[in-house]
């Protein structure tokens, strides 16, 4: 079945950097887009960036612009989020998320559990 | 981008009772070339992903039982508990993904 299991959360200055990783099993990840959304603690669902299957494309909410970048490797199975220049807004948990397509964006089934992001001094 | 907005923020339900929650987007996510809404809904219960319930708007999700309906197109939907149970306490989420960035609604919490 299809597992998404998160890791590289943890508590970072601001300005600070950290990277997430998803390791993907269960499907053939290199066919498929995948997706980050993140839930601030006490607030709703943000969709936070997407990367086409083969890496051809990838596409941001303007929040994260510049800072963020998504990327994966197929060879092992895992996706990544580079976070740079973290803000106290970042803090959040941070969910990997399967696509049903490898080039568009669908409704989202499969979810990792999450890795926390804490920005803080 | 497409802003989406549901309502109540909140609601009480009794046990047994319906619920009703919409979710209204800012522009419409009607599809005429597949004739489809790229609309979904989730539920979200705390320290848990949030699990998919309805895609295309009124899909039912495989294992979703069949008190909840979606129904709705271009920019108006709606998600209904016909009989709410416990275990439908939760937060509910709207979500559009006809273009970048996707976007949530806020979210609807359901109470007993």
């Known amino acids: 079945q299809v597992q998404l299991v998160e890791s590289g959360g943890g508590v970072v200055q601001p300005g600070g950097s950290l990277r997430l990783s998803c390791a993907a099993s269960g499907f053939t990840f290199s066919s498929y887009g995948m997706h980050w959304v993140r839930q601030a603690p006490g607030r709703g669902l943000e969709w936070v960036a997407f990367?086409?299957?083969?890496?051809?494309?990838?596409f941001y909410v303007d929040s994260v612009k510049g800072r963020f970048t998504i990327s994966r490797d197929n060879s092992k199975k895992t996706l990544y989020l580079q976070m740079n220049s973290l803000r106290p807004e970042d803090t959040a948990v941070y969910h990997c998320?399967?696509?049903?397509?490898?080039?568009?964006?669908?409704?989202?089934?499969?979810w990792g559990q999450g890795t926390l992001v804490t920005v803080s001094t | 981008d497409i802003v989406m907005t549901q309502s109540p923020d909140s609601l009480a339900v009794s046990l047994g009772e319906r619920a009703t929650i919409k979710c209204k987007s800012s522009?419409?996510?009607?599809?005429?070339?597949?004739?489809?809404?790229?609309l979904a809904w989730y539920q979200h219960k705390p320290g848990q992903p949030p699990k998919l319930l309805f895609y295309w708007a009124s899909t039912r999700e495989s294992g979703v039982p069949d008190r909840f309906s979606g129904s709705g197109s271009g920019t108006d939907f709606t998600l209904t508990i016909s009989s709410l149970q416990a275990e439908d306490v939760a937060v509910y989420y709207c979500q559009q993904h006809y273009t970048t960035p996707l976007t949530f609604g806020g979210g609807t919490k359901v109470e007993i």
């Open positions: 990367i086409r299957y083969d890496e051809s494309d990838q």
């Open positions: 998320a399967k696509d049903d397509y490898g080039t568009g964006w669908s409704s989202l089934k499969y």
């Open positions: 522009q419409s996510v009607f599809n005429r070339s597949n004739n489809k809404n790229y």
